[in-house]
């Protein structure tokens, strides 16, 4: 799928938004649930000692980019669905409540834009529906899209035709995107890991190819800062959400993703064409020549 729409010669062509802690606060606490959930898991369904799962679980995180993939790269066995399912299935998603001016902020874009996520699609649809956030998306990236195995992907592409999730098997690499995360240690992740996910450099770079977009023409929202490293070195333009400082990696900072259209008024300038880049020019002679 190409994502990419023409935008009237406009500076970006392409918004990709993480989407947990970067759509909605973090004080929803779907964060601090999720690692709860977790860290049961660890404990209840692979007999990891109870005093070394706090531990671990923060560790695994740190070093392969997401607990899950670093207990697979441990050769914990265990099914990617059941586990999403025990971890994100029981998330306070009642906390979260419909965000209109975010709605209308996103719809107001010319730019096409799309969610990239470590999260499994399940999850995406709860959390989008809950915000009020659907159809403001032409596509989703999310766990499946980088992780479904070869062999599964034209069964995939049939049951996604529609769902705005990308079809996986459109520009995907020869080999899979995992694979070669699992040959590579440019990152420091350990080279056995066959879960593709942030912030590994490999899966913005898959990112990039399956939604056939250009990074430079392109503007990268999260709220992780490693992810916005990892960001930076794809080729991206690059957001960090929930600073107001610039960290390192970021070409702009967001206090709140609501503060995009003061931070970041160039995005609708495709819009309005060079009338509106004639308003902003006048308006900020007007403000010097008053000072």
């Known amino acids: 799928m190409d994502a990419v729409k023409g935008s009237n010669g406009a500076k970006y062509e392409c918004l990709l938004f993480d989407m947990d802690d970067t759509l909605y606060p973090m004080s929803s606490g779907l964060n601090s649930a999720c690692r709860k959930n977790i860290e049961e898991y660890m404990l209840q369904y692979l007999n990891i000692e109870e005093s070394e799962v706090p531990r671990m679980c923060l560790e695994l995180y740190r070093e392969y980019g997401t607990t899950m993939a670093g207990l697979k790269a441990f050769g914990y066995e265990f099914d990617d669905d059941e586990f999403h399912a025990y971890v994100h299935g029981r998330l306070p998603y009642e906390s979260l409540k419909p965000d209109l001016v975010l709605r209308n902020l996103l719809l107001s874009m010319p730019q096409s834009k799309i969610i990239f996520t470590n999260a499994d699609r399940e999850h995406v649809a709860k959390v989008l529906k809950r915000l009020g956030l659907e159809g403001c998306f032409e596509g989703v990236i999310c766990f499946e899209t980088l992780n479904n195995p070869p062999s599964e992907q034209t069964k995939y592409n049939e049951e996604q035709e529609g769902n705005g999730v990308f079809k996986v098997g459109e520009s995907e690499p020869e080999e899979g995107a995992a694979a070669d995360m699992a040959e590579s240690d440019s990152d420091g992740f350990h080279p ?24 430079k023409k392109t503007i990268f929202f999260d709220d992780s800062t490693r992810n916005i490293v990892s960001g930076k070195a794809a080729g991206l333009q690059t957001v960090i959400v929930g600073s107001s400082v610039i960290v390192p990696g970021a070409d702009h900072a967001l206090g709140s993703i609501h503060n995009i259209k003061e931070a970041l008024p160039e995005i609708w300038e495709g819009e309005e064409g060079e009338q509106l880049e004639q308003v902003i020019q006048s308006s900020a002679v007007e403000t010097v020549v008053q000072a």
Request: glycine share 0%; aromatic share 4%; net charge neutral.
């Open 192 to 215: 056995r890991s066959q879960i593709l996910c942030k912030p590994s450099v490999e899966a913005f770079e898959a990112a990039i190819r399956i939604a056939n977009i250009d990074p």
